[in-house]
């Protein structure tokens, strides 16, 4: 099992001291020494205050914040948790995540999503009812223009014309692509595109909420597995070539109860299929953060 960590100073409950520079450093080599795989930052370029005060995010944009990550860091993966693809067009998305995976030295890992805030899309000047195809089109688009940078491509809302000058991404064929959610179209575009799946196990108003399909149980988890392992070896792959990462919520490692039910559905969600765990940290000062790691990292049995 590898670990991920989000970055905590998204959470409503985050000390204003996770956004200073200094801290952010600090954080991000801690979490690297200690074992993390990869560090994680979701997109939201126009979050509402509603949703934000619900508990919503407010992060950073996710590619200046991992590129600052890179800088400070040798080993550790920056991952997109998740891109949302239709707030950009294909070539301004590879411009920016290629650049990010130039300056790490190739540590990207492009985790992307449909998005689901429809007050965000309208702020983005983005058709909300149109997101779905347009994230398709668009993922097809991004993986053309990481194949053969110098091919135009056109879209329903871009045209290139002529050859192109585009840079390649370090990462060959490109970045690894991981794909969020829960649906059945999801499963299919990591299928043909993903070297990575990231659902969300959810309560089903959670799951409604960011406009995926329920999934609530450890059975649940399993039984979409079996379909993606099916639909892999239909089209010539295997479920072993595609990592599968689960998020588990902050805990009390003080709390002998809690720490039991974490250590039970971890090993229930990693026999069921998934390789990778995204961990959430306490985020009420940078003290906090850096204690919950340095947990984890040992209860977990990580290594740096």
């Known amino acids: 099992m590898n670990f991920t960590v989000e970055f905590p100073s998204d959470v409503p409950t985050a000390d204003p001291e996770l956004r200073e520079p200094t801290v952010m450093r600090a954080l991000v080599t801690h979490a690297e020494a200690v074992g993390f795989d990869a560090i994680a930052l979701a997109d939201h370029p126009a979050p509402s205050a509603k949703w934000r005060r619900a508990g919503g995010h407010n992060t950073f944009d996710p590619a200046v914040a991992l590129a600052y990550f890179a800088a400070a860091t040798t080993r ?3 991952m997109t948790h998740l891109w949302v693809l239709p707030f950009r067009t294909p070539y301004l998305t590879a411009k920016t995540l290629t650049s990010l995976d130039e300056v790490s030295g190739g540590r990207l890992i492009a985790g992307v999503g449909a998005g689901y805030l429809r007050s965000e899309f309208a702020a983005l000047g983005v058709d909300f009812d149109d997101r ?4 398709d089109e668009y993922l097809a688009a991004l993986r053309e223009i990481w194949l053969n940078p110098e091919r135009p491509v056109t879209g329903t809302t871009f045209a290139a014309t002529g050859e192109l000058a585009v840079n ?6 490109h970045p690894p692509l991981w794909i969020g959610g829960n649906s059945p179209a999801t499963l299919r575009r990591v299928v043909e595109y993903g070297s990575g799946w990231c659902p969300m196990l959810n309560p089903a108003a959670v799951a409604s909420a960011v406009r995926t399909a329920a999934m609530e149980t450890v059975d649940d988890f399993e039984h ?7 639909l892999l070896a239909d089209a010539g792959r295997r479920l072993a070539d595609v990592e599968i990462q689960v998020a588990i919520p ?3 490692f003080d709390d002998a109860p809690a720490v039991d039910s974490i250590d039970d559905f971890v090993s229930a ?3 069921a299929g998934a390789t990778r765990i995204l961990a959430h940290v306490d985020a009420t000062s940078a003290s906090a953060a850096e204690t919950y790691m340095t947990r984890f990292a040992d209860h977990f049995g990580m290594t740096g």
């Open 224 to 230: 979409a597995v079996d379909r993606l392992r099916q």
């Open 76 to 78: 550790i993966r920056l």
């Open 250 to 252: 902050t805990i009390d």
């Open 168 to 173: 390649s991404p370090v990462q060959k064929p």
């Open 269 to 271: 969600i990693g026999y």
């Open 132 to 135: 779905v195809a347009l994230f």
